[in-house]
Protein backbone atom coordinates (compact mmCIF):
# COMPACT_ATOMS: atom_id res chain seq x y z
CA UNK A 1 0.00 0.00 0.00
CA UNK A 2 1.60 3.36 -0.75
CA UNK A 3 1.74 6.10 1.37
CA UNK A 4 -0.84 7.93 -0.06
CA UNK A 5 -3.47 5.38 -0.01
CA UNK A 6 -2.69 5.12 3.84
CA UNK A 7 -3.32 8.82 4.36
CA UNK A 8 -6.61 8.99 2.11
CA UNK A 9 -7.97 6.00 3.83
CA UNK A 10 -6.89 7.16 7.78
CA UNK A 11 -8.48 10.75 6.44
CA UNK A 12 -11.27 8.92 5.33
CA UNK A 13 -11.90 7.26 8.57
CA UNK A 14 -11.65 10.11 10.37
CA UNK A 15 -13.97 11.66 8.89
CA UNK A 16 -16.64 8.86 8.83
CA UNK A 17 -16.23 8.93 12.33
CA UNK A 18 -17.15 12.85 12.66
CA UNK A 19 -20.08 12.56 10.27
CA UNK A 20 -21.62 9.41 11.71
CA UNK A 21 -20.64 9.97 15.21
CA UNK A 22 -19.66 13.30 15.89
CA UNK A 23 -21.55 15.56 14.01
CA UNK A 24 -25.30 13.99 15.43
CA UNK A 25 -23.63 14.76 19.05
CA UNK A 26 -22.84 18.28 18.15
CA UNK A 27 -26.38 18.81 16.07
CA UNK A 28 -28.28 18.07 19.00
CA UNK A 29 -29.23 19.95 22.28
CA UNK A 30 -30.36 17.53 24.91
CA UNK A 31 -32.82 18.81 27.54
CA UNK A 32 -34.59 16.79 30.53
CA UNK A 33 -37.97 16.56 30.80
CA UNK A 34 -39.18 18.33 33.73
CA UNK A 35 -40.68 15.06 35.64
CA UNK A 36 -40.10 11.55 35.33
CA UNK A 37 -43.51 10.35 34.33
CA UNK A 38 -44.59 6.69 33.21
CA UNK A 39 -47.23 5.70 31.47
CA UNK A 40 -46.00 2.25 32.86
CA UNK A 41 -46.99 2.84 36.30
CA UNK A 42 -50.58 4.85 35.17
CA UNK A 43 -51.64 1.59 33.18
CA UNK A 44 -50.96 -0.55 36.21
CA UNK A 45 -51.85 1.67 39.43
CA UNK A 46 -53.53 4.10 38.69
CA UNK A 47 -56.86 2.53 37.12
CA UNK A 48 -56.59 4.53 34.23
CA UNK A 49 -56.74 2.12 31.34
CA UNK A 50 -57.68 4.44 28.37
CA UNK A 51 -55.22 6.45 26.44
CA UNK A 52 -57.98 9.12 25.63
CA UNK A 53 -58.58 9.34 29.73
CA UNK A 54 -55.93 11.57 29.53
CA UNK A 55 -54.88 12.39 25.96
CA UNK A 56 -58.62 12.83 25.15
CA UNK A 57 -60.16 14.17 21.21
CA UNK A 58 -62.84 16.39 22.45
CA UNK A 59 -66.23 17.12 21.65
CA UNK A 60 -65.20 20.11 19.25
CA UNK A 61 -62.60 18.03 17.93
CA UNK A 62 -60.22 19.52 19.29
CA UNK A 63 -56.71 17.50 20.84
CA UNK A 64 -56.76 17.58 24.62
CA UNK A 65 -52.36 17.18 24.16
CA UNK A 66 -50.38 16.45 27.42
CA UNK A 67 -53.04 16.63 30.34
CA UNK A 68 -53.29 20.09 32.56
CA UNK A 69 -51.96 19.42 36.17
CA UNK A 70 -55.50 19.90 37.36
CA UNK A 71 -55.92 16.14 35.78
CA UNK A 72 -53.08 15.02 37.76
CA UNK A 73 -54.36 16.66 41.06
CA UNK A 74 -57.40 14.55 41.41
CA UNK A 75 -54.76 11.52 42.42
CA UNK A 76 -52.06 13.38 43.45
CA UNK A 77 -53.23 16.30 45.94
CA UNK A 78 -51.42 14.17 48.13
CA UNK A 79 -48.42 11.69 47.54
CA UNK A 80 -49.76 8.57 47.47
CA UNK A 81 -46.31 6.65 47.42
CA UNK A 82 -42.72 6.98 48.38
CA UNK A 83 -41.27 7.87 44.77
CA UNK A 84 -39.03 11.03 44.54
CA UNK A 85 -40.12 12.01 41.38
CA UNK A 86 -44.20 12.59 43.00
CA UNK A 87 -42.58 14.23 45.74
CA UNK A 88 -41.67 16.67 43.13
CA UNK A 89 -44.85 16.36 41.15
CA UNK A 90 -46.76 17.56 44.62
CA UNK A 91 -44.34 19.36 46.10
CA UNK A 92 -43.10 21.83 43.12
CA UNK A 93 -46.42 21.50 40.84
CA UNK A 94 -49.45 20.48 42.59
CA UNK A 95 -49.06 22.66 45.31
CA UNK A 96 -47.70 25.49 44.21
CA UNK A 97 -50.61 25.50 41.41
CA UNK A 98 -47.30 25.27 38.63
CA UNK A 99 -47.99 23.73 35.08
CA UNK A 100 -45.77 21.04 34.40
CA UNK A 101 -43.54 22.85 30.87
CA UNK A 102 -43.56 19.39 29.52
CA UNK A 103 -41.25 19.22 26.26
CA UNK A 104 -43.15 17.39 23.18
CA UNK A 105 -41.04 15.52 21.65
CA UNK A 106 -43.51 15.21 18.52
CA UNK A 107 -43.63 19.05 17.98
CA UNK A 108 -43.98 19.99 14.70
CA UNK A 109 -42.83 23.60 13.30
CA UNK A 110 -45.48 26.34 13.97
CA UNK A 111 -46.60 26.62 10.07
CA UNK A 112 -47.69 22.63 9.82
CA UNK A 113 -51.40 21.90 10.11
CA UNK A 114 -52.07 18.63 12.17
CA UNK A 115 -55.33 17.72 13.82
CA UNK A 116 -55.50 14.21 15.89
CA UNK A 117 -59.16 13.76 15.30
CA UNK A 118 -58.78 13.68 11.55
CA UNK A 119 -56.00 10.98 12.24
CA UNK A 120 -57.38 9.37 15.07
CA UNK A 121 -61.27 9.60 14.75
CA UNK A 122 -61.82 9.91 11.04
CA UNK A 123 -59.12 7.42 9.54
CA UNK A 124 -59.33 5.07 12.78
CA UNK A 125 -55.02 5.32 12.84
CA UNK A 126 -54.29 3.89 16.47
CA UNK A 127 -51.22 6.41 18.25
CA UNK A 128 -48.57 3.61 17.54
CA UNK A 129 -48.70 4.26 14.17
CA UNK A 130 -46.96 7.57 14.55
CA UNK A 131 -45.84 7.77 17.96
CA UNK A 132 -44.32 3.68 18.52
CA UNK A 133 -45.04 2.23 22.00
CA UNK A 134 -43.93 5.45 24.05
CA UNK A 135 -47.67 4.93 25.30
CA UNK A 136 -46.13 2.32 27.22
CA UNK A 137 -43.03 4.03 28.42
CA UNK A 138 -41.15 3.50 31.62
CA UNK A 139 -38.70 6.50 32.14
CA UNK A 140 -39.12 9.60 29.65
CA UNK A 141 -36.36 9.94 27.18
CA UNK A 142 -34.13 13.07 26.60
CA UNK A 143 -35.75 15.14 24.77
CA UNK A 144 -33.21 16.42 21.57
CA UNK A 145 -33.76 19.83 19.16
CA UNK A 146 -31.60 20.41 16.57
CA UNK A 147 -29.38 23.35 17.40
CA UNK A 148 -30.02 24.64 13.29
CA UNK A 149 -33.56 24.43 12.89
CA UNK A 150 -34.51 24.38 16.66
CA UNK A 151 -36.58 21.15 15.45
CA UNK A 152 -37.25 18.48 17.99
CA UNK A 153 -35.32 15.42 16.80
CA UNK A 154 -38.12 12.48 16.72
CA UNK A 155 -38.81 15.03 13.34
CA UNK A 156 -36.27 13.69 11.58
CA UNK A 157 -36.00 10.55 13.86
CA UNK A 158 -32.94 8.81 15.55
CA UNK A 159 -31.31 7.76 12.41
CA UNK A 160 -29.18 10.28 10.67
CA UNK A 161 -29.05 8.41 7.87
CA UNK A 162 -33.06 7.64 7.46
CA UNK A 163 -31.50 3.94 6.08
CA UNK A 164 -33.85 1.38 7.85
CA UNK A 165 -36.09 3.52 9.38
CA UNK A 166 -39.61 2.26 10.86
CA UNK A 167 -42.60 3.94 10.11
CA UNK A 168 -43.16 5.79 13.10
CA UNK A 169 -39.66 6.83 13.23
CA UNK A 170 -39.62 10.31 12.27
CA UNK A 171 -42.13 13.02 10.58
CA UNK A 172 -40.92 15.06 8.05
CA UNK A 173 -43.09 16.14 5.26
CA UNK A 174 -41.70 12.95 3.32
CA UNK A 175 -43.55 10.93 6.14
CA UNK A 176 -46.51 12.72 6.15
CA UNK A 177 -46.31 12.40 2.18
CA UNK A 178 -46.11 8.62 2.26
CA UNK A 179 -48.36 7.74 4.53
CA UNK A 180 -50.69 9.84 2.51
CA UNK A 181 -49.68 8.19 -0.95
CA UNK A 182 -50.42 4.34 0.76
CA UNK A 183 -53.72 5.71 1.94
CA UNK A 184 -54.83 7.51 -1.51
CA UNK A 185 -55.01 11.40 0.46
CA UNK A 186 -54.51 14.10 -1.74
CA UNK A 187 -53.69 17.36 -0.70
CA UNK A 188 -52.54 20.67 -1.85
CA UNK A 189 -49.61 22.63 0.72
CA UNK A 190 -52.16 24.34 2.11
CA UNK A 191 -53.78 21.11 3.50
CA UNK A 192 -50.72 20.98 5.59
CA UNK A 193 -49.54 24.64 5.72
CA UNK A 194 -51.28 27.41 6.96
C1 LIG B 1 -56.20 7.83 38.63
C2 LIG B 1 -55.12 8.26 39.49
C3 LIG B 1 -53.91 8.95 38.86
C4 LIG B 1 -53.90 10.02 38.00
C5 LIG B 1 -55.07 10.75 37.37
C6 LIG B 1 -52.50 10.37 37.82
N1 LIG B 1 -51.70 9.53 38.56
FE1 LIG B 1 -49.67 9.62 38.73
N2 LIG B 1 -49.65 7.94 39.86
C7 LIG B 1 -50.78 7.26 40.29
C8 LIG B 1 -50.36 6.09 41.05
C9 LIG B 1 -51.28 5.07 41.71
C10 LIG B 1 -48.94 6.10 41.08
C11 LIG B 1 -48.00 5.12 41.75
C12 LIG B 1 -47.67 5.61 43.14
C13 LIG B 1 -46.66 4.70 43.80
O1 LIG B 1 -47.05 3.60 44.14
O2 LIG B 1 -45.51 5.11 43.94
C14 LIG B 1 -48.53 7.30 40.34
C15 LIG B 1 -47.20 7.69 40.16
C16 LIG B 1 -46.81 8.90 39.59
C17 LIG B 1 -45.46 9.40 39.53
C18 LIG B 1 -44.24 8.72 40.11
C19 LIG B 1 -43.40 8.16 38.97
C20 LIG B 1 -44.12 7.14 38.16
O3 LIG B 1 -44.76 7.53 37.15
O4 LIG B 1 -44.11 5.97 38.49
C21 LIG B 1 -45.49 10.59 38.85
C22 LIG B 1 -44.33 11.53 38.54
C23 LIG B 1 -46.87 10.83 38.47
N3 LIG B 1 -47.65 9.79 38.94
C24 LIG B 1 -47.28 11.90 37.71
C25 LIG B 1 -48.59 12.08 37.28
C26 LIG B 1 -48.99 13.15 36.38
C27 LIG B 1 -48.06 14.19 35.81
C28 LIG B 1 -50.33 13.02 36.19
C29 LIG B 1 -51.23 13.89 35.35
C30 LIG B 1 -50.94 13.89 33.93
C31 LIG B 1 -50.77 11.86 36.96
N4 LIG B 1 -49.68 11.31 37.58
C32 LIG B 1 -52.06 11.42 37.02
C33 LIG B 1 -52.08 7.62 40.05
C34 LIG B 1 -52.51 8.64 39.22
C1 LIG C 1 -52.38 9.38 33.54
C2 LIG C 1 -52.40 10.14 32.32
C3 LIG C 1 -51.90 9.53 31.04
C4 LIG C 1 -52.39 8.40 30.39
C5 LIG C 1 -53.48 7.44 30.84
C6 LIG C 1 -51.66 8.32 29.13
N1 LIG C 1 -50.75 9.36 29.04
FE1 LIG C 1 -49.52 9.75 27.48
N2 LIG C 1 -48.68 11.33 28.52
C7 LIG C 1 -49.05 11.73 29.79
C8 LIG C 1 -48.13 12.76 30.25
C9 LIG C 1 -48.15 13.46 31.60
C10 LIG C 1 -47.21 12.99 29.20
C11 LIG C 1 -46.03 13.97 29.19
C12 LIG C 1 -44.77 13.31 29.75
C13 LIG C 1 -44.08 12.40 28.78
O1 LIG C 1 -43.75 12.85 27.67
O2 LIG C 1 -43.88 11.21 29.12
C14 LIG C 1 -47.59 12.07 28.12
C15 LIG C 1 -46.95 12.00 26.89
C16 LIG C 1 -47.35 11.16 25.85
C17 LIG C 1 -46.75 11.14 24.53
C18 LIG C 1 -45.58 12.00 24.09
C19 LIG C 1 -46.04 13.12 23.13
C20 LIG C 1 -44.83 13.89 22.66
O3 LIG C 1 -44.56 13.88 21.47
O4 LIG C 1 -44.14 14.50 23.50
C21 LIG C 1 -47.38 10.17 23.82
C22 LIG C 1 -47.09 9.75 22.39
C23 LIG C 1 -48.38 9.58 24.68
N3 LIG C 1 -48.34 10.22 25.90
C24 LIG C 1 -49.20 8.54 24.30
C25 LIG C 1 -50.06 7.87 25.16
C26 LIG C 1 -50.79 6.66 24.79
C27 LIG C 1 -50.70 5.97 23.45
C28 LIG C 1 -51.51 6.31 25.89
C29 LIG C 1 -52.39 5.07 26.07
C30 LIG C 1 -51.76 3.79 25.82
C31 LIG C 1 -51.25 7.30 26.93
N4 LIG C 1 -50.35 8.21 26.44
C32 LIG C 1 -51.84 7.32 28.18
C33 LIG C 1 -50.13 11.25 30.51
C34 LIG C 1 -50.87 10.12 30.20
C1 LIG D 1 -50.88 10.20 12.00
C2 LIG D 1 -49.92 10.35 13.06
C3 LIG D 1 -50.39 10.43 14.49
C4 LIG D 1 -51.28 9.61 15.17
C5 LIG D 1 -52.05 8.41 14.62
C6 LIG D 1 -51.32 10.08 16.54
N1 LIG D 1 -50.48 11.17 16.68
FE1 LIG D 1 -50.11 12.17 18.38
N2 LIG D 1 -48.97 13.55 17.37
C7 LIG D 1 -48.70 13.48 16.02
C8 LIG D 1 -48.04 14.70 15.60
C9 LIG D 1 -47.58 15.03 14.19
C10 LIG D 1 -47.93 15.51 16.77
C11 LIG D 1 -47.36 16.93 16.84
C12 LIG D 1 -48.51 17.89 16.57
C13 LIG D 1 -48.10 19.34 16.53
O1 LIG D 1 -46.98 19.71 16.83
O2 LIG D 1 -48.97 20.15 16.17
C14 LIG D 1 -48.51 14.73 17.86
C15 LIG D 1 -48.56 15.17 19.18
C16 LIG D 1 -49.06 14.39 20.24
C17 LIG D 1 -49.01 14.74 21.65
C18 LIG D 1 -48.46 16.05 22.20
C19 LIG D 1 -49.56 17.05 22.04
C20 LIG D 1 -49.27 18.44 22.52
O3 LIG D 1 -49.33 19.32 21.69
O4 LIG D 1 -49.05 18.64 23.70
C21 LIG D 1 -49.61 13.74 22.35
C22 LIG D 1 -49.83 13.67 23.85
C23 LIG D 1 -50.03 12.74 21.40
N3 LIG D 1 -49.69 13.17 20.11
C24 LIG D 1 -50.69 11.58 21.72
C25 LIG D 1 -51.32 10.75 20.80
C26 LIG D 1 -52.26 9.68 21.16
C27 LIG D 1 -52.66 9.31 22.59
C28 LIG D 1 -52.67 9.11 19.99
C29 LIG D 1 -53.70 8.00 19.79
C30 LIG D 1 -55.01 8.30 20.34
C31 LIG D 1 -51.99 9.82 18.89
N4 LIG D 1 -51.20 10.82 19.42
C32 LIG D 1 -52.10 9.52 17.54
C33 LIG D 1 -48.99 12.42 15.19
C34 LIG D 1 -49.90 11.41 15.47
C1 LIG E 1 -49.75 6.77 9.42
C2 LIG E 1 -50.39 7.47 8.31
C3 LIG E 1 -50.40 8.99 8.31
C4 LIG E 1 -49.41 9.84 8.67
C5 LIG E 1 -48.01 9.52 9.18
C6 LIG E 1 -49.94 11.19 8.46
N1 LIG E 1 -51.23 11.13 7.98
FE1 LIG E 1 -52.41 12.72 7.54
N2 LIG E 1 -53.91 11.47 7.01
C7 LIG E 1 -53.84 10.10 7.01
C8 LIG E 1 -55.12 9.54 6.54
C9 LIG E 1 -55.46 8.07 6.39
C10 LIG E 1 -55.95 10.67 6.25
C11 LIG E 1 -57.40 10.64 5.70
C12 LIG E 1 -58.35 10.84 6.83
C13 LIG E 1 -59.80 10.63 6.38
O1 LIG E 1 -60.34 11.51 5.73
O2 LIG E 1 -60.33 9.56 6.71
C14 LIG E 1 -55.16 11.85 6.55
C15 LIG E 1 -55.63 13.15 6.41
C16 LIG E 1 -54.89 14.30 6.67
C17 LIG E 1 -55.39 15.65 6.51
C18 LIG E 1 -56.78 16.05 6.07
C19 LIG E 1 -56.95 15.95 4.58
C20 LIG E 1 -58.39 16.22 4.25
O3 LIG E 1 -59.01 15.31 3.72
O4 LIG E 1 -58.88 17.29 4.58
C21 LIG E 1 -54.36 16.50 6.87
C22 LIG E 1 -54.37 18.01 6.89
C23 LIG E 1 -53.23 15.67 7.26
N3 LIG E 1 -53.60 14.34 7.12
C24 LIG E 1 -52.00 16.17 7.67
C25 LIG E 1 -50.93 15.36 8.06
C26 LIG E 1 -49.64 15.88 8.48
C27 LIG E 1 -49.26 17.34 8.58
C28 LIG E 1 -48.86 14.79 8.76
C29 LIG E 1 -47.41 14.74 9.23
C30 LIG E 1 -47.05 15.61 10.33
C31 LIG E 1 -49.67 13.61 8.54
N4 LIG E 1 -50.91 14.00 8.09
C32 LIG E 1 -49.20 12.33 8.72
C33 LIG E 1 -52.76 9.33 7.38
C34 LIG E 1 -51.55 9.81 7.87
C1 LIG F 1 -49.01 16.06 4.19
C2 LIG F 1 -48.65 17.31 4.75
C3 LIG F 1 -47.80 18.28 3.94
C4 LIG F 1 -48.06 18.72 2.65
C5 LIG F 1 -49.19 18.33 1.72
C6 LIG F 1 -47.03 19.67 2.36
N1 LIG F 1 -46.18 19.80 3.44
FE1 LIG F 1 -44.52 21.02 3.55
N2 LIG F 1 -44.11 20.32 5.44
C7 LIG F 1 -44.86 19.40 6.12
C8 LIG F 1 -44.25 19.15 7.39
C9 LIG F 1 -44.76 18.19 8.45
C10 LIG F 1 -43.09 19.97 7.48
C11 LIG F 1 -42.12 20.11 8.66
C12 LIG F 1 -41.18 18.94 8.75
C13 LIG F 1 -40.12 19.02 7.72
O1 LIG F 1 -39.35 19.97 7.74
O2 LIG F 1 -40.05 18.10 6.87
C14 LIG F 1 -43.04 20.70 6.22
C15 LIG F 1 -42.04 21.62 5.88
C16 LIG F 1 -42.04 22.38 4.73
C17 LIG F 1 -41.06 23.40 4.42
C18 LIG F 1 -39.90 23.82 5.27
C19 LIG F 1 -38.78 22.88 5.11
C20 LIG F 1 -38.14 22.65 6.39
O3 LIG F 1 -37.34 21.70 6.43
O4 LIG F 1 -38.44 23.30 7.37
C21 LIG F 1 -41.39 23.92 3.21
C22 LIG F 1 -40.66 25.04 2.45
C23 LIG F 1 -42.57 23.23 2.73
N3 LIG F 1 -42.93 22.30 3.70
C24 LIG F 1 -43.21 23.48 1.55
C25 LIG F 1 -44.30 22.75 1.05
C26 LIG F 1 -44.88 22.95 -0.28
C27 LIG F 1 -44.41 23.98 -1.29
C28 LIG F 1 -45.90 22.05 -0.39
C29 LIG F 1 -46.80 21.80 -1.60
C30 LIG F 1 -46.12 21.37 -2.80
C31 LIG F 1 -45.97 21.32 0.87
N4 LIG F 1 -44.97 21.78 1.71
C32 LIG F 1 -46.91 20.35 1.16
C33 LIG F 1 -46.03 18.79 5.67
C34 LIG F 1 -46.62 18.96 4.43
Known amino acids: MS ?34 FRHKTHAEKSGVAECSECHAVREDGVFAGIPAMEKCAGCHSERIGESKAEATLVDNFIKPGHETPWLVYARQPANVW ?28 LYQVNRISGYSRDIWGHSISRLRRAAHEGMKMSDCEDCHRRHNVEMGCLGCHE
Open 114 to 141: FSHAIHVKRAGLACTECHSTYGESDQVR
Open 3 to 36: RNTLVFGLGLAVALVAGWVAFPRALYVQRQQPLE
